[in-house]
């Protein structure tokens, strides 16, 4: 995930915020393993 304009922190806040209320991660949690990465380039 790469969000412009916000610090890294923040942006790894809201990558996992919106993991958790994402419809396609709620339907593979458990089944699928996810790995988010957050980068500032």
Same mark, same amino acid.
Not at 17 to 35: F, L
């Given at each position: /995930?790469? &969000? *412009?304009? !916000?610090?890294?922190? @923040?942006?790894?806040?809201?990558?996992?915020?919106?993991? @958790? !209320?994402? *419809?396609?991660?709620?339907? $593979?949690?458990?089944? &699928?393993? !996810?790995?988010? $990465? /957050? $980068?500032?380039?």
């Amino acid at each position: /995930v790469n &969000i *412009p304009e !916000v610090n890294l922190e @923040q942006a790894k806040d809201l990558a996992e915020k919106a993991h @958790q !209320v994402c *419809p396609y991660s709620n339907a $593979t949690r458990g089944n &699928i393993e !996810v790995e988010l $990465t /957050v $980068t500032n380039n």
